[in-house]
């Protein structure tokens, strides 16, 4: 596949890291030459120094052979207007833009993305997807990961199994037997700094953190077994009033009626606006990392704290600070790759990064065949992905046993007909049923090639 990127920021070079990989044919431009030359000198891909919407750029970068165009910058406008001389001059297929700005996104307007006005055929907003993934953390506590599949029938857990989980040296061919009402799978395990499917023998070990696929009924259900049960706290305190803190902000307000809500913003006028804005919530002026103010926002008696600023470096130390201050839980937004391997060493309890987010639902348009949903885990060392079983595909009509599927691949869940069904290897699958699966990096090709209708893979 041949990929231009608009924009060579911490999310255009995760794209093309991971497109590059995959022997795709990938040019990045940005108006920065730093940024095109790091990326050029980094990874297997062309790089032009340019306006991302300029014909002449989009032409030098082959525009006119492209299968897709990614438009990330920082502006939104360019992003559109890339997609628009992408389809105007040079007819390219596949369009995909993040957009920021909510008011293009409103309801009202939502003829504007059409084939007759901005052609778009994809577009991803990050601060929505990051704050739909803190709410759904947020209503989890005792996971660090919380991903939903298959019309949300089906969530993946990271868990971390401490000294007192019950189920830690007990291999995992016994699980079903202890708990044959569980109607979960665990398909992947995080152990010094090493990602993989473990088999039936495996056994989890504490400090471990487990990837678990499970019936969005069996929840806590499952939870409760690794021995996570939190409840879900209704005092959160918000550091940052941005984009993304107002939006969880307001759902919060909707979804939870008893919930206290406070947040912390430094900039003042943003302060008046976001406290005009919501109904129910308590906005103080100043800094997430001031003991006095987070002393004002009754931390110690919270039960969750967000840090949600454009900042690491101050999520880190307001989370470090909340919770010695007494705060139950702490979770924090992560954009820099470095960061997520200290979290746990310095006692935040869970992160989400905004990098990752937008590269999952970008890459669930890149991956070829029926996929229908990606989520990529650990900086991209696996991915879980969503497919469609068609009639043409290796996986249908057969006992999984028989299939002699890769090591690094494990199907966690088949919903068929609306039920989800924890796979055995006597499980068949039929056409039409969404597969769960979760597949290390270097074997997500072939997860692609079982989701393809050609004949030509089979």
């Not at 502006?75 to 596949?94: G, R």
């Not at 705060?327 to 391997?341: E, T, Y």
């Not at 989520?375 to 006992?399: K, M, Y």
Request: net charge negative.
């Amino acid at each position: 596949m041949r990929v231009i990127i608009c924009g060579a920021g911490q999310v255009g070079y995760g794209i093309a890291e991971k497109l590059a990989t995959e022997n795709n044919d990938v040019t990045v431009i940005d108006r920065s030459p730093h940024l095109v030359n790091a990326i050029r000198d980094t990874l297997d891909v062309r790089g032009f120094v340019g306006h991302g919407s300029h014909p002449d750029v989009l032409a030098r970068a082959g525009a006119d052979e492209a299968d897709m165009l990614i438009a990330v910058t920082l502006y939104d406008e360019v992003n559109m207007v890339a997609c628009q001389v992408a389809h105007s001059l040079f007819n390219l297929p596949t369009k995909i833009a993040r957009i920021r700005s909510q008011t293009y996104l409103a309801k009202h307007w939502s003829n504007l993305f059409s084939r007759d006005h901005l052609p778009i055929d994809v577009i991803i907003s990050p601060e929505v997807e990051v704050g739909e993934m803190v709410l759904r953390r947020l209503a989890q506590p005792g996971a660090v990961e919380t991903i939903p599949f298959a019309d949300d029938k089906v969530t993946v857990l990271g868990i971390v199994c401490d000294e007192n989980c019950p189920v830690i040296d007990t291999p995992l061919r016994q699980l079903t037997e202890l708990f044959p009402d569980l109607n979960a799978i665990v398909v992947g395990v995080f152990r010094n700094g090493n990602l993989f499917v473990p088999r039936s023998a495996d056994q989890m070990m504490a400090g471990d953190l487990v990837y678990v696929m499970t019936d969005t009924g069996r929840v806590k259900r499952t939870l409760t077994i690794f021995g996570k049960q939190e409840t879900l706290g209704s005092r959160v305190v918000i550091g940052g009033g941005g984009n993304i803190g107002h939006y969880v902000a307001h759902h919060l307000e909707k979804r939870n009626p008893r919930a206290k809500i406070k947040v912390i913003e430094m900039d003042r006028d943003r302060a008046v606006e976001i406290a005009e804005a919501l109904d129910r919530t308590v906005v103080l002026h100043g800094s997430a990392m001031d003991d006095v103010i987070l002393k004002e926002a009754d931390i110690a008696e919270a039960d969750t704290m967000l840090a949600l600023t454009n900042d690491d470096k101050v999520n880190i130390l307001s989370c470090v600070m909340a919770k010695k201050l007494g705060c139950r839980r702490a979770m924090s937004l992560l954009n820099d790759s470095a960061f997520p391997p200290l979290v746990r060493t310095i006692g935040i309890d869970a992160f989400v990064d905004p990098r990752a987010v937008t590269i999952s639902r970008i890459l669930q348009h890149v991956r070829r065949g029926r996929i229908r949903n990606v989520h990529t885990i650990q900086n991209g060392a696996a991915e879980v992905i969503e497919a469609e079983a068609l009639e043409t595909s290796p996986l249908v009509g057969r006992p999984l046993r028989e299939l002699d599927l890769p090591g690094g691949i494990r199907i966690g869940a088949i919903l068929h007909g609306g039920e989800v069904i924890v796979p055995t290897g006597a499980s068949q699958i039929r056409k039409g049923d969404r597969l769960v699966i979760f597949a290390i990096a270097n074997q997500v090709h072939r997860v692609e090639q079982m989701a393809r209708v050609s004949l030509e893979y089979f």
